[in-house]
């Protein structure tokens, strides 16, 4: 079983910065692959990166591409998603998700675990 925490949501203005943090536990990420998803008021959820449990391999949402980076620290059981450029459009909930695949996904049914999710909100 994996527990994910997600941290450092929060509001920030238009062309500014934020890293999100997802903390495991209850096992290691070893063999996992993360996944970062949003859902915005109204809107379904939507995949946003992803990265393969060695960090070698990275995917992104193309609406998020050239601004946001994906990573993992296998030995301190961290994910992370570093936003830059962030734009009102990508306030949302963000959640990190694992699954117990070495690859990645963008697809969320494929996920066995998820986080509670961190507010992301952007102001124009």
């Known amino acids: 079983q994996v527990q994910l925490v997600e941290s450092g949501g929060g509001l920030v203005q238009a062309g500014g910065s934020l890293r999100l943090s997802c903390a495991a536990s209850g096992r290691t990420f070893s063999g996992y692959a993360l996944g970062w998803f949003r859902q915005a008021p109204g809107k379904e959820r939507e995949f946003v990166a992803t990265?393969?449990?060695?960090?070698?391999?990275?995917y992104y949402s193309d609406f998020v591409k050239g601004r946001f980076t994906i990573s993992i620290d296998n030995a301190k059981n961290t994910g992370y998603l570093q936003m830059n450029s962030l734009k009102p459009e990508d306030t949302a909930v963000y959640y990190c998700?694992?699954?117990?695949?070495?690859?990645?996904?963008?697809?969320?049914?494929?996920?066995?675990?998820w986080g509670q999710g961190t507010q992301v909100t952007v102001s124009s």
């Open positions: 998700a694992a699954r117990r695949f070495q690859g990645g996904s963008y697809y969320s049914p494929e996920y066995d675990y």
């Open positions: 990265i393969s449990w060695t960090g070698r391999s990275t």
